[in-house]
C-alpha cells in the first residue's frame, strides 16, 4: 500500500482543521453575533492540527527533505500541488488572524479597530480557503484511477461534510476543556489562556454548545444522505461495486459498519437527539455532548481510514 | 519522432527474457517470491519489475487457451501520472516517453495511485517512484530498449510509431477474427502497441482507460459546492434563532 495512515490522519486532520473554522464563521454570521470568540477558538484550534497534519505528509514522502520541490510548481491539473498552495495561503491567513486578536490590546483604540476590520476581511477570504482545503482532502483521493474513489463524483463532498462535522465536534471538545479549566483551580493554564483569549473569564455560554451539538446533528443528516448517494453510485458500475463490497463486505467492513456508519453517523445523531428540547443545564445533557462528539471525530478519523485504504485494496 | 513499443502477443511464448533483459541493463534488483502454482513471476510489477509478462488461463469457444500479455508504462500521451505529479517531475520525451525525474521527484505516491495501468510504484530504497523508461538511455544513443533487443520471437520490435502501427493493422487483419489492435487511441495514444487476439479485457487490460484528471473539474465543484450548502443550511436553520441565544455575549474579551 502506497499511502499509509500517515495520509489518512492528515486528510482527517486538515478536514477538521477547515472545518471548524466554516463552521464558526457561519455560526458567527447566521447568529448575528459580534462576539467573534468561537472564530477565535477555531483558528487557535485549526492551525495546530493542520500544521501537525502536513508534518505527517512530510513524513510520509519517499525523500521528506525534498518536500520543498512542492514549492516549484503551481500545477492546476495536480491537485496535490493546489493543496500544497491553499494549505500555505491558510494557515499564513489563520496565523495573520491570530496577529491581529494579539495585537488588537496593545496598541490605540483606532489602531485596534482598523485590526479588527482587516480581521474581518482575511476572515472572509478565508472562508474561500477553508473551503477548498477541505474540499481538497476528497478531490486529492478522486483524481486518481483508483474505483472507491474515482468512480463517482462524491468523495469530496463526503469528506466535506465529515470535515464539518468533525470541525464542530472539535470545537465543542475544545470550548468544553476550556470552560473546565476556567472553572477550576489551575490558575497559571487558565491565565495562559485569558492570555491567548485576551479576556479575563474567557467561556463559553452553554447554551452555544448545545446550538453547535444540534448543528452537527443537521451536518450529519446530511453527510448520511450524501453517503448512501456516495454507495449507490459506486454500485451502479462493475468496477465501483467491486470496489465497494472491499469496504461493505470485504477486509474493510467491520471498520466501515462499525467505525463509520454507526461511530460517525447513527449513534452521534441518536445521542444528539436524546438532548432536544431539553436545557443546557440539564442533567446528562453535556456528557451526551461530549460522547457524541467524540463518536464524531473517532469515526471521521476512521472513515479517512477505510476510504484511503480500501481504495488501495 | 514519435516512437514506440510494439507487442504481438501472438508471437511471445512467455520466455520472460525481456524481464530479465530489463532487470539486467536497468540495474534492478531480483524479487524473493514464492510458488504461486504458476510460472507468472513475479506476481507483479514493482519498483524493482519494470517489465512482465502476465499469464491468463482461460477457455474460449470451448477450447483451453494459454495467453500471454507484456506489462510495462504504456506511456501514453495523455499521462496521468504526469498531470498529477505535484513537483514536475515526470516529463515526456520527444519520442513521446514518460520518464520520472530521479532528481527531483519526492516520492509522493501520486502517480502510483494516479496512473490506470498500475505501472510506477514507490521504490522503499531509493525514496522515488519508477517505472519502465523505454529505455531512454538506449534508445537516444541509437540502441532499442532492452527487451526488444533481446526478444528472441520477434514479438517485441521498436521503431517509428507510425510505421509501427500500419505493421499492427496488417497483422491484425492477418489475424481475422476477435484480433484486437491495443494503443493507438487510448488515452490519445499509447507509445507501447499491442497485437491481441481477442479483445482487451481478455487479456486484463482496461478497454476504456480514464485519464485521472478527466474528471477533475467534476471533483472540485462536487468539493466546493459542498462545503458551501452544508455551512450555509445546517447553521442558519439552528442559529437564524437569535431570539433564544446570546452567543458568546457574556464574554468580556473578543472583538468589539
Ligand atoms: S502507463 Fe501509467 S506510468 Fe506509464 S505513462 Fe501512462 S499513466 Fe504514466
Ligand atoms: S511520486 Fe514522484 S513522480 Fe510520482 S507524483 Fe510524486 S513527485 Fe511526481
Known sequence: MTWTALIWIYLWLAGMAGGAFLAAKAVGRFSGSKDDSLLRLATWLGLPLAILGVLLLIFELGTPLWFWHLFTQFDFTSPMSMGTWILIVWVILGVTMLATWWLEGKVSQEAAASLASLRKLISRINIFFSAALIAYTGVLLAVSSQSLWAGTILLPALFVVSAVSTGVAALVLAALGLNAIADSGMAEIKLAINQIFGSTEWKTPKEMIVRLAEADAAVIVLEIAVMIGYVIWLATSTAGSDALGVITTGSMAAPFWVGVVLLALLIPFGLDLTIRNKAAEAKGVMMTIVTSSLCVIVGGLILRWVITSGGQL | ?256
Open chain 2, 1 to 256: 519522432m514519435a516512437e514506440a513499443i510494439l507487442y504481438d502477443s501472438t508471437k511471445c511464448t512467455a520466455c520472460r527474457a525481456c524481464q530479465v533483459a530489463c532487470k539486467q541493463w536497468n540495474e534492478l534488483e531480483a524479487e524473493e517470491t514464492t510458488n504461486r502454482g504458476t510460472y507468472e513471476n513475479p506476481p507483479e510489477l514493482s519498483a524493482s519489475t519494470w517489465n512482465k509478462i502476465k499469464f491468463t488461463e482461460l477457455e474460449l469457444n470451448g477450447e483451453f487457451k494459454w495467453i500471454f500479455t507484456r506489462l510495462a508504462c504504456m506511456h501514453c500521451e495523455e499521462a496521468s501520472c504526469q498531470n498529477v505529479c505535484p513537483t514536475g517531475a515526470i516529463s515526456k520525451t520527444d519520442e513521446g516517453f514518460v520518464l520520472i525525474d530521479q532528481k527531483w521527484c519526492i516520492g509522493c505516491g501520486y502517480c502510483v495511485q494516479a496512473c490506470p495501468y498500475e505501472v510506477p510504484h514507490k521504490d522503499e530504497h531509493t525514496g522515488t517512484a519508477r517505472k519502465c523508461t523505454s529505455c531512454a538511455d538506449r534508445t537516444s544513443n541509437d540502441l532499442k530498449p532492452a527487451c526488444v533487443t533481446t526478444c528472441p520471437t520477434g514479438a517485441l520490435t521498436y521503431g517509428d510509431r507510425s510505421s509501427l502501427l500500419s505493421d499492427a493493422e496488417q497483422r491484425v487483419a492477418a489475424l481475422g477474427g476477435s484480433a484486437t489492435l491495443y494503443g493507438e487511441n487510448e488515452l490519445g495514444g499509447l507509445h507501447a502497441l499491442y497485437i491481441l487476439e481477442d479483445s482487451p479485457e481478455v487479456y486484463g487490460l482496461p478497454a476504456e482507460p480514464q485519464v485521472a484528471t478527466k474528471n477533475s473539474i467534476g471533483q472540485w465543484l462536487s468539493g466546493l459546492i459542498t462545503a458551501g450548502l452544508i455551512t450555509a443550511l445546517p447553521f442558519w436553520f439552528i442559529f437564524r434563532r437569535k431570539d433564544q441565544i446570546a452567543v458568546g455575549d457574556a464574554n468580556e474579551g473578543g472583538a468589539k
